[in-house]
């Protein structure tokens, strides 16, 4: 078994339609690439799994019920269903209905794939159901039908589309589903706070009495949904706002130091140099020669 299909079903001829793509060293270097996309429809009797390559699947189910089973995990499937999955691990997706089941693919690579997968895992499971999802089938076949007519714009367009794929596989569990209930509105409103707040006097025990929600969930909570920690956010908020200031004001650091929030310049110093690698002083002479 190679790529992932089992050859031996009898309906693989018929019902699949698949591209495989060797891809040039400038892809390899500078996009994201397919190694494979395809898609099929097949019976009870067919049965799709990774072959442990060195890549990343990413799968649309299009009709019918489908079972993905992971190494400690499993999942029943059905049309708007996606799943992303390392295929280094064990999987194996397969028929879960009577009718016929209906999946499209790609097996991607790129040199920062393995940390958007990381990121992926580290806010969703490896199942998805995104509400664009026509936008997910139109991105796979736009990827199959350029690679089929071998454009020579293929590697740069691939790479567009499977970043467009990771872009809605990374949004489609923290869009706005996730400020539906009590807490998601709650940690709504503690990021908007903060953005609004930042140069005060802020701290995790002050946010959690304010919004009634425990340091322990909202610590937990919004890492899970904005990618970052509380701390992270109020820092970063700080030193863009300083950034502003060194670009459009002469005011000395000390001084933006303290409408940026820190009561220590040296702080601010050492969170400034830690973001852009630069001094603050470095930083205000780049923009201004």
């Not at 899970?224 to 005011?251: C, E, P, V, W």
């Not at 409408?259 to 852009?276: L, V």
Request: aromatic share 12%; glycine share 4%.
């Amino acid at each position: 078994m190679k790529g992932g299909v089992d050859l031996d079903t009898p309906l693989f001829p018929e019902n699949t339609r698949r591209i495989i793509i060797t891809p040039a060293p400038a892809a390899k270097n500078t996009f994201f690439y397919i190694h494979e996309a395809g898609e099929m429809s097949a019976d009870r009797n067919t049965s799709i799994h990774n072959s442990r390559i060195q890549a990343y699947m990413l799968a649309a189910i299009t009709g019918g019920h489908g079972k993905l089973t992971l190494e400690n995990d499993s999942f029943i499937l059905s049309k708007g269903d996606c799943f992303l999955i390392d295929c280094r691990s064990t999987a194996l997706f397969q028929n879960a209905g009577s009718e016929k089941w209906e999946i499209m693919w790609i097996y991607f690579s790129g040199s920062t794939s393995e940390q958007y997968y990381d990121y992926f895992l580290s806010q969703s499971r490896n199942v998805f159901r995104p509400h664009n999802f026509d936008k997910v089938v139109s991105a796979i076949s736009k990827i199959i039908e350029i690679n089929e007519k071998k454009s020579s714009c293929a590697d740069i367009l691939t790479s567009k589309y499977i970043v467009d794929l990771l872009t809605i596989a990374l949004t489609s569990n923290s869009g706005d589903s996730q400020h539906d209930s009590a807490l998601g509105q709650k940690l709504s409103a503690v990021h908007d706070y903060i953005d609004e707040f930042f140069c005060e006097e802020l701290s995790l025990e002050m946010l959690s009495s304010r919004f009634y929600i425990s340091k322990f969930h909202l610590t937990r909570e919004y890492k899970r949904i904005y990618g970052m920690t509380i701390f992270q956010h109020i820092i970063t908020a700080r030193i863009n706002y300083g950034k502003k200031l060194l670009r459009f004001t002469d005011k000395s650091v000390e001084e933006i130091a303290h409408m940026c929030g820190f009561n220590d310049q040296s702080y601010f110093a050492r969170q400034f140099k830690k973001s852009e690698n630069l001094t603050c002083l470095s930083y205000r002479k780049m923009w201004r020669e």
